[in-house]
């Protein structure tokens, strides 16, 4: 059987090298070759995209906002950090990303084991440094410090962390619901598992597709590294996308965003984007595993790439 694979993976290889215009082009690299026919194989492999392990998952054209692909694509399930795709969308739309925000008691209310952009009460940083540092290492911090932010300019007055993370979330399913993201329930900036806060893949995919329509966040959220110079020091996020890092085993070419995503009720999540070839793709997937959310987001924008 292992024999047939890869006769069949080099016959692959064979049939796109002799249907490229560029047969003639000696130059044309090896690595490059590789890749193409991988893609290949992983769609031929994966007929259906059968075995992947996400409960629920789609890919999206983003340009026209049709699904070309979706497996319980309504199905009420734990965003976890895909969140905050949400969260720096009302940030970006109603705050300045060249303002500065001051880090405030908000930073008090970290969890144990949770995700964090290492805030301190009394930092410093602009918005647009605030929302790289919730969306590339996912700082829950940097969502409460975002939501805090945002509160208090709406309302024009200091409020205790509690009060403005139940005003942002206000922000957030009144958002939703203009998006057309109608079942979904938000209570939270971070993601952090709540029973009353859910979304869907198809939902989750809408607001995404919204998000990145913005130049800042589009440009955030494909950063492999961000550099940051706020309160005096130099920070660098890294963005926890494997998608989008060119050393990692899961780089994809041309993925450009978005957010990955965990909590042990929501399992592994990955909202993902690539563009090829001018064709731009929004993947959605949830509650998959450590490894399956890396493979099933592959396959997905794999699908989309070849519809």
């Avoid at 590789?34 to 259906?48: D, E, F, S, Y």
């Avoid at 042990?264 to 993947?283: F, M, P, T």
């Amino acid at each position: 059987m292992r024999k047939k694979g890869l006769v069949l993976f080099a016959v692959i290889g064979l049939l796109l090298l002799a249907n490229s215009p560029q047969l003639d082009r000696l130059h044309l690299s090896a690595s490059a070759f590789m890749n193409k026919a991988k893609a290949h194989w992983r769609v031929i492999t994966a007929p259906g995209l059968g075995g992947v392990e996400g409960k629920a998952m789609l890919v999206m054209d983003r340009e026209t906002g049709k699904i070309l692909y979706a497996h319980n694509g309504k199905k009420r399930m734990y965003p976890a950090s895909t969140t905050k795709i949400l969260t720096a969308l009302i940030v970006l739309e109603r705050g300045n990303p060249d303002e500065l925000v001051t880090v405030g008691k908000e930073a008090r209310l970290r969890t144990a084991d949770e995700s964090t952009a290492g805030l301190h009460e009394g930092d410093q940083l602009p918005v647009r440094d605030l929302i790289a540092a919730m969306m590339l290492p996912s700082g829950n911090d940097a969502a409460r410090t975002a939501a805090v932010y945002i509160a208090e300019k709406e309302t024009g007055r200091k409020l205790e962390p509690e009060e403005a993370t139940a005003y942002f979330a206000g922000l957030m399913n009144q958002r939703a619901k203009e998006l057309g993201a109608k079942n979904s329930h938000f209570v939270n900036p971070h993601g952090l598992h709540d029973p009353d806060h859910y979304t869907t893949a198809r939902d989750i995919a809408v607001i995404a597709q919204a998000a990145m329509s913005h130049e800042a966040f589009q440009g955030i959220v494909g950063e492999a590294f961000h550099y940051t110079e706020g309160t005096g020091k130099t920070t660098a996020f890294r963005n926890r996308n494997r998608l989008i890092q060119s050393d990692n085993e899961w780089y994809f070419q041309g993925a450009n965003g978005i957010k990955t995503g965990y909590t042990e009720k929501a399992g592994y999540c990955l909202v993902g984007s690539a563009v090829r070839n001018d064709k731009e793709l929004i993947s959605v997937v949830l509650h998959s595993t450590e490894q399956g959310v890396w493979s099933d987001s592959v396959k997905l924008l794999d699908y989309g790439f070849q519809s």
